[in-house]
């Protein structure tokens, strides 16, 4: 089991996240203001493979509300970085480096094309 609370660096403020729930491999954790929210999954899929995400989504007042009811509506951005893996070829070492490979491909440039609907 992961640390209770987590703690994140966003903006360059540590941010402490208390576990919320935990349940049917998905585990919550959450700022005691809701802003920031880490959600970790754990699947195995119909074929033995297994899938484990971690998404971390922060949640936003609406700067632009359209009208008076649009006020309280939230704008949530989220980046989540999946694993999918056979159980039985499970390598760390070769997930460590396929995760430092995309995170060094997704710079600033290819997430604003992306962003753009780019394929």
Do not use: C
Not at 70 to 97: T, Y
């Amino acid at each position: 089991m992961l640390p209770d609370p987590l703690s994140v660096s966003y903006d360059g403020v540590s941010r402490s996240l208390p576990r919320i729930s935990s349940d049917n491999g998905r585990t919550r954790y959450r700022t005691s203001d809701s802003e920031v929210e880490i959600v970790i999954l754990h699947h195995r899929a119909a074929d033995g493979r297994e899938r484990h995400s971690i998404e971390m989504t922060r949640h936003m007042p609406d700067a632009t509300p359209l009208d008076v009811f649009d006020a309280f509506r939230d704008v949530a951005n989220s980046v989540e970085l999946a694993f999918v893996v056979d159980p039985n070829r499970k390598d760390p070492d070769a997930i460590a480096d396929l995760r430092t490979a995309l995170l060094a491909f997704v710079d600033t440039s290819l997430q604003a094309r992306v962003l753009g609907g780019e394929g």
